[in-house]
C-alpha cells in the first residue's frame, strides 16, 4: 500500500512582507526527491537584495508585533497548531517528498512540529505575569524586571527535520515577540513554505514571519548578519558553519542559539532490559535514517551481554525494509542526497579497511535515489574516523566495555555533548552516570529525548542555548530592569 497522492505543491516563490514574490531575476532551485533523484519543484532563489527585503519586512513589523497583546499571540499560534494539524497529511508527503523519510515517521514529525506551537501558545499568555516586583533590600526604592523580545531574528534550519526545525524557532520567537526571516535548507524548503502559508492563514500580521530560499546562503545570511538591526541568530546545523555564524554575531554582539553537531554515546549495562535496550538503540540510530543530530553515534556495551545484544541489534536491522517512504512496508527511507550517501560509505569503507567487522549492511544499494543499507559495524580500531565523526546515517557503530568508569570515559571522549542514553535497570547508577556524561540531553531507558516542552541543546562543540521547553522562551527575550523612586 503507497501513501502517495496528487498533491498540489504549496506556494513556491519567496514569502516577504506578507506577499509571495518570484526572485526579481527569476532564479529557480530545484527541489529533489531522494527516493528516486528526480525533481519534483523548483522554488524561487533569493538574491542578497531579497534577503535584506525580508529584513526590512521584519524590522518594519517588530515594534507593532512586539506591542502586541501576549494573548493576542498566543491566539495566532494556537490556531498555527490547528492549521499544521489539519494538513497532516499534506505536511506529511512533502516530508515524504523532498526529505524522504518514511510515511509514519513524517507523520510523527508533523505531531512533533505542531506541539511547539501549541507548547509555545501556552506559554506566551503568562509572559507579563512572570516578572518580578519588590523592594531594593538596602534602600527605600522598587525594583521591577519585566521581559522584552530580543528583536528581529534571522532562523537558519537543516534538511532532516523540515517542520519541526522551523517550528521549534518560528513558535518561541512569535511568543516572545521577535519577528523573523526564516532560511530553511535549499533540499527541503516545500514544508517551510506550507508552514508560512498556515501561519498567513492563522493571523500573523505581514512581515512577521519572512521566508527565503537560496543557493547562495553564505553571501545572504552574511549580508543579514552584517546589517545592525537583526539582534538575533537562530542555528541548527554542523558545527563548522556554527562556528563561521559566531565569529559573524560577535561583530554586532548578537544574541545567538546554536544548536550544532553531535556524536552521541549509547550506553547498555549487563543489567539492562536486552529488549527495552535493542529497540532503544534501534529508534536511536535508525530513525529518519540516522540522519538526525541526536542519533546514537556510538553504541557501548557491557561485556557481560555484548555478544547476545550485538547478535540481537545485528538481527533487528538486517530485517528492515528500505525504500520509498510512501511504501507502507518501508523502515527506512533514503539519505537525503548522493554527497551524503558517499560520507556514510566512506566511513565505512575507512574503518573495514583499518580492520573492522561488518555483520550486516555495508552496501549502496542499486537502483534510483540515496538509498542505503543499514549496517553493523564492530572491531573498530582506534584509527578509524568514524569514532570521531558524526555518522548521519543508518550506520551502527559498537564497543565493548568493562566497567561504569569506562564508559563514562568513553563517552565523555570526545568534543561533542548533545545527547546521551543509558540503559539499566539500576535507577542509582542510570542517575550516576547521566550526571557524569558531559551531555545537554540523556535518555535513560528510552531512544528518544526531543520534546516540545523541554529544553533540547548541548553543551561543548554542541553548541550554546536551548530550543524548547521555558528555556526556548528566555532565548528570544531580554531581561529589563527598572528602578523606581517612590
Known sequence: MSTETTLDLPETRLFI??????????ATLPVINPATGEAIAHVS????????????????????????PARERADILARTYQGIINRRDDFARLIVDEMGKPWAEAQSEVDYGAGFFRWFAESAGRIHTEGQFGIEPGS???????????????????????????????????????????????QT?????????VLQEAGVPAGVVNVVVTGNSRDLIGAIMNDTRIRKVSFTGSTQVGRVLLAQAAQNVMNTSMELGGNAPL???????????????????????????????????????????TQRFTARLAEVTVGNGHESRTDVGPLIDDKQRATVHNLV??????????????????????????????????????RDEEIFGPVAAIYTFSTEEEAITE????????????????????????????????????????????????????????????????????TKYTGIQL
Not at 17 to 26: E, I
Request: aromatic share 8%; glycine share 10%; charged share 15%.
Open 349 to 386: 569503507v575507512d574503518a573495514l579497511a583499518k580492520g573492522a567487522t561488518c555483520l550486516t549492511g555495508g552496501q549502496i544499494l542499486d537502483g534510483p535515489g540515496y538509498f542505503y543499507q543499514p549496517t553493523v559495524l564492530i572491531d573498530i580500531p582506534t584509527n578509524a574516523a568514524i
Open 189 to 197: 524548503p516545500l514544508t517551510s513554505l506550507l508552514l508560512a502559508k
Open 140 to 186: 527605600n526604592y522598587h525594583v521591577a524586571v519585566s521581559k522584552r523580545p530580543v528583536g528581529p531574528s534571522l532562523l537558519i534550519t537543516p534538511w532532516n527535520f523540515p517542520l519541526a526545525m522551523g517550528a521549534r524557532k518560528i513558535a518561541p520567537a512569535l511568543a516572545a515577540g521577535c519577528t523573523t526571516v526564516l532560511k530553511p535548507a535549499a
Open 17 to 26: 512582507g506578507g506577499n509571495w514574490t518570484p526572485s526579481a531575476t527569476d
Open 267 to 309: 550506553i547498555v549495562f549487563d543489567d539492562a532490559d536486552l529488549d527495552a535496550a535493542v529497540e532503544g538503540a534501534y529508534l536511536a540510530k535508525l530513525r529518519n535514517g540516522g540522519q538526525s543530530c541526536v542519533a546514537a553515534n556510538r553504541i557501548y556495551v557491557q561485556s557481560g551481554i555484548a555478544d547476545e545484544f
Open 45 to 68: 532563489d533569493a538574491s542578497i537584495e531579497e534577503g535584506l527585503a525580508a529584513l526590512d519586512a521584519a524590522c518594519t513589523a517588530q515594534d507593532r508585533w512586539a506591542a502586541t
Open 411 to 478: 563517552a565523555n571522549a570526545t568534543p561533542y555533548g548533545l545527547a546521551s542514553y543509558v540503559f539499566t535497570k539500576d535507577l542509582a547508577r542510570a542517575l550516576r552516570v547521566a550526571d557524569a556524561i558531559d551531555a545537554g540531553m540523556t535518555g535513560v531507558n528510552r531512544g528518544l529525548v526531543s520534546n516540545p516542552a523541554a529544553p533540547f541543546g548541548g553543551t561543548k562543540q554542541s553548541g550554546l542555548g536551548r530550543e524548547g521547553g521555558i528555556e526556548g522562551l528566555e532565548a528570544y527575550q531580554e
